[in-house]
Every structure is written in C-alpha cells, then in structure tokens.
C-alpha cells in the first residue's frame, strides 16, 4: 500500500469470481500513486467460507470502508467483482464516492448479446478455437471440469497468447464452489435497481480485443450506468498485464479527477 495521509482510500475488488486476488499484481504501478486496499472477497481462498451471493456480500465492502474509518471510498473493480461494487453502491449511497469498472462482465446488465466470436474472427490460434469450444459447451458441474475449463478458455482473456499471458493466465486460484456460490440468493431485480440508483461518477475501462466480456455489452452497460468509456487497442481482460501504460495513465487520470 502506498502510504499517503489523508488520502481517500482505493479499495480494489478482484474479479474471478473468488479469484485470489494475486493476479492483481500492482496494477501496473497504480499502487505507487495511491493507497490500494485490496478486498478478499469471501470464497477467495484466504478468506474463509463461501460467497453469500454477491449482492449480499456487498456489505463487505462497505465493512471496509468503515474499517479504514473513511465516509466514502474510490473503487476499482475488474470482472465479475464490478457486480458486487455496483451492489454496494446502490445499496449504500454516498459511501462510494467513485467507481472504476475493469473489463467488466457486462452483458447481464442490459441484454446486450455477447460478441466475443465475432471480436476473434482474426484470431488463428488452436487455443482460441479450444476455448470457444469450453465456453459454449455445458456449464461445469463439479471442481474437475470448472478447473479444466479454466485452463481450455484462458487465452480468450488476452488479445495475445505470449508466454507473459500464460504465465500470468496460471496466477490466482479460484474453485467451483466459490464461483458457484457468488450467484446464489441475488434479487431478480438486481440489474434495474441497480440501474435506477443514483450512482457515483462512474468509469469503465474495458478492451477492443476483450474475448470474454465482448466490446457491444460493455458499450451498452456504460451507456446504462451514465459511465465514461474508454476501450484499450490491442487489449483483452487484463489491462494491466496487457497495456500497463496505457492502463496506468487511464485509471491514474480518472482517480486524479474525481480527488480534486
């Protein structure tokens, strides 16, 4: 953590959903400039039990916030935490004082059909064909297949499939059980009161080669929040590992604005 009195607290929500939150990393030095607090949500495996569902367990982040004894903090979100940060932020107003949206899984919010195939129409590479072949199959069942499926659709994640994304592809542990119960008990009416709340200002960061959450349903989640866009070239899931510069000066600037 970056030691700056007084400074308004950035409290980071990894994705996965329960991935450990190593993949991280530093966020390609954005831990230099503020303080990053980074939440282990539960079912990630230092923190003991199992999801409630992550509109439930939403409350944790504001538990976090209170913790550090601060009225409102600055948000980054990556993947399928952004669910559990807009959950917070419209269960809690005023407690989130901003929101920044990596990659985030997108297309439950609106509808708006996935387009992750047509986004890889240049890509040749066996692996991409191996993990649309996984993603479009059954859903997993047990630990065994989640884990194999894991492995078949990680170079969908990145726009390239260099040895520096298979390395970091096998960083951060997550498990069936965790992700399987991170979308139990969630209203039915979660997306339109999310919608309708009246959100902070607001940032998605996503990519233009982003295989899994897809260009369209980012675009049309932005546009529902009332959010700021800005999509990456030559950019997947993972930014920081994918384009840190430019990673580093999008969320660098956005967290500078909503300070001043």
Partial sequence: MHDSPGAVPVVVVPGGPCRD??????????????????LHPRGTPASGGLSRGW????DDLIQVADHLEAPAVDVIAHSAGTRLALAAAAQH??????LALVTPAAAWLTGT?????????????PEITRAFASMNGESPGDETTFQRALEAEAAAGYAR???VERQHAGVGAMTWAAS??????????A??????????????????DDLLSGVAPVRAYADALGAHL????????????????????????WLARVSQ
Avoid: K, M, N
């Avoid at 509109?55 to 939403?58: R, V």
């Avoid at 059909?113 to 590479?125: I, K, M, Q, T």
């Avoid at 399987?180 to 009416?189: E, G, Q």
């Fill in 21 to 38: 939150p190593a993949y991280l990393g530093d966020l390609a030095g954005l831990a230099r400039t503020r303080p990053l607090v980074i």
């Fill in 55 to 58: 509109w439930t367990d939403a």
């Fill in 93 to 98: 107003p005023g407690r989130i004082r901003s």
């Fill in 113 to 125: 059909p996935h387009d992750g195939a047509a986004l890889a129409a240049h890509r040749s590479e």
């Fill in 161 to 163: 499939w260099t040895p």
């Fill in 180 to 189: 399987s119960a991170w979308f139990r008990d969630i209203p039915a009416d």
């Fill in 191 to 208: 997306a339109a009161r999310i919608t309708a709340s009246p959100l902070p200002p607001t940032f998605v960061l996503g990519g233009r």
């Fill in 230 to 253: 800005t999509l990456l070239d030559d950019c997947g899931h993972y930014p920081w590992i994918e384009q840190p510069a430019a990673f580093r000066a999008a969320l660098g600037d």
